[in-house]
């Protein structure tokens, strides 16, 4: 299930926003995986012409105590690591930028719901 916010605005400057929350938290964005860019670049390749996303940018991250606390409980947990935040914009709607995040154990939801608050400031 998905976790899903929006935030009229600029997706550049909701983006600092969110790079900044998780930065508040001790945090470090270890990769950016420009999802739109790839979509746009790959259409023609898959027979699609149709744009989905004006911006589109997921930001992948981990915490050190939330993970070691989680996996500790069940190494299986494993697969909840990193955790990712995306951004993106519509050409439907391109002045609301929407962020969104998988459901997963209920402290590392706590931990992105209270980013993506933060950063969308809600």
Do not use: W
Not at 27 to 54: C, F, P, Q, W
Request: with cysteine; charged share 30%.
């Amino acid at each position: 299930m998905l976790v899903n916010y929006r935030k009229s605005g600029e997706f550049e400057a909701v983006k600092e926003d969110l790079l900044l929350a998780i930065r508040d938290r001790g945090l470090v964005v270890d990769y950016t995986s420009h999802i739109g860019n790839m979509l746009e670049r790959t259409g023609k390749d898959v027979g699609s012409a149709k744009r989905v996303y004006l911006k589109a940018e997921a930001f992948q991250f981990c915490s050190a105590v939330v993970s070691r606390r989680t996996m500790e409980a069940d190494p299986a947990n494993i697969g909840y690591c990193p955790y990712v935040i995306a951004l993106y914009v519509t050409p439907q709607e391109p002045k609301v930028v929407r962020a969104a995040y998988r459901k997963t154990l209920p402290e590392v939801d706590k931990l992105l719901d209270g980013i993506v608050r933060a950063a969308l400031e809600i």
